[in-house]
Structure formats: structure tokens, C-alpha cells
């Protein structure tokens, strides 16, 4: 952590307990730990959901359930979180997670492949989308969630500069690196949407539907 992100995690609201201890044992008990949202991204998440004020979102890409409980700590009474994930091998530990939250009455787990179960929702049902899943396929996902979006609604897509690799040379085999800058460059050329990319962590597009 560089002396900045130390500045700004000391001035903005603190990180709550249950989600310290999420992110604990995630980085304890699973190889890829970091995938957390963590706490800037985590707060970021909350707040703008509250801006948004969506009575539907949809996450793309569980892990651990960080970011959903983050997204349903901003909604308002009423409102739900489908969130998705394709590992069932971490469904026991995301329920878990849940469970552990006065937020986790609000969220409704999906698991299996996206692409698939998104075709159970009926078309511009969700407010807000978060994309955060296999980065090889972000295109795939973004099309396939772009029309379950309402007109003036809201889309996230995490690690799109994906720790500065997109501004460097890319090995061949990289497929992840590949498909983030296939996925920019198709959507900066987008005129369905609006959209801005975060220098937040490492990465994170805003992306609002015309």
C-alpha cells in the first residue's frame, strides 16, 4: 500500500468489521484473495448505489460476496441484489458471508454461468449491473446484460485497466489482459452508452445506458 491509498483509507468512512473479517479470510484461505473489492472500492460501491438509489442490481462475479454486501448496504428498503457466481465450490463460504451481515436478507444468490442464468430475466428489469467475472468473455457479458438494463440505467465493469497491463506489451497467451482491451475498445466506440473510466484501483468503468 503507497502512502496516497494509506492517506485516503485514513479520510474516508472506515471499513465495517464484518467485511475486514470477510476480507481477512479470503486473503488467509484462498489463492486469490486480492480479488476482494476491498475498502476504498467497497465504499465507493455503497455510496454510489445510494446515489443511484436502484430498486434491482445485478452482479456478475461473487467471489466471496465482498462487493455484493457492499452494493446491498447502499440499497433502500425494498430493494434486491441478484448477484452470480460460477464457482460452486464457493457457495458454502459466500452464504457464510451473508449470514453474517444484517444486509444479506437483500441478496439472492445465483450459481452457474451467467449467460445462462441471464436469460431468466426479462429485458430492462435491473437499475444498476456490476461486471466482474472472467475477464476473457467481459464483452460477452456486457451484451448480454446491456438489455436487462433500464434506459438511463447504470453499469460497473471492474479491473478495466487491469494493474496497467493495458498500457503495456501483452504476451500472447494473456488472454485476460486481452479481453479487457478488447472490451474498452469495443465500448469506446459504444454509442449506446455514455461511459468514464476510474483510475480506481486498478480500474473501473462507469458506463450509463442512452
Known sequence: ???IEEYILFHIDPEPEVLKKIDRDAHVNLLQGNMTSGHLQG?????ITQMIRPKRVLEIGTFVGYSTLCFAEGLEEGAELHTIEIDDELEDRIRANFAQSEYGNKIILHIGDALDILSRFPAESFDLAFID?????YWDYFEVT???IIQGGFMLVDNTLWYGKVVEEVKSNDWSTWGILDFNRKLADDER???VILPLRDGLTLIRKK
Open 1 to 3: 500500500m503507497n502512502k
Open 43 to 47: 465504499r465507493f460501491l455503497k455510496m
Open 133 to 137: 467475472a472472467g475477464k476473457e468473455a
Open 146 to 148: 446491456l438489455p436487462k
Open 193 to 195: 452508452v455514455e461511459k
